[in-house]
């Protein structure tokens, strides 16, 4: 019987973890301070409610406004939409706990099978826990697919 020498199963998985974090998309670091596309809120009663209900801030950086405004998406472009609880009380809608920072990262070799678009959905406030986890690309891209016409991004830009 052989044995693997402890630091080569070490080499092993460190090469396997660097080679599925290299596929998966980052988190958006001061998206916030990105250009404001718009905002939405998904009210109970809508289909999407259970996944998606509540207030969605969306951002882009600047290779993604070039892209709202050409409708030819650079590699580098990244939207992000922010979505968080919907809290209403008094007659107003407020912002409630982070519930998802959904990303789409634009890199048409690396996500060529997804129309040229990487996905991911960080949990929370978490800027390392995924919430879609390894099926990201293809669960995203299956909605997604349905706005190939426009690069498979749902949103506009708000003139």
Not at 4 to 22: E, G, N, Y
Not at 137 to 143: D, Q, S, V
């Amino acid at each position: 019987m052989h044995r693997v020498p402890v630091f080569i199963l070490a080499l092993m998985s460190t090469t396997a973890a660097l080679a599925a974090d290299t596929a998966a998309v980052p988190y958006p670091q001061n998206y916030r301070d990105w250009h404001h596309v718009k905002s939405m809120v998904i009210n109970p009663g809508h289909g999407l409610y259970d996944a998606f209900g509540g207030i969605h801030h969306f951002y882009a950086n600047a290779a993604a406004v070039k892209g709202y405004k050409s409708g030819k998406w650079p590699d580098g472009a990244v939207i992000v939409f922010d979505l968080l609880e919907a809290k209403t009380a008094d007659n107003t809608v407020t912002e409630g706990a982070r519930k998802v920072v959904g990303v789409m990262h634009r890199d048409a070799k690396k996500f060529s099978a997804t129309g040229g678009w990487g996905y991911e959905g960080f949990k929370g406030d978490s800027k390392t826990e995924r919430a879609v986890g390894a099926n990201a690309l293809a669960a995203c891209h299956t909605c997604h697919i349905a706005q190939k016409d426009s690069g498979f991004v749902f949103s506009k830009l708000r003139p």
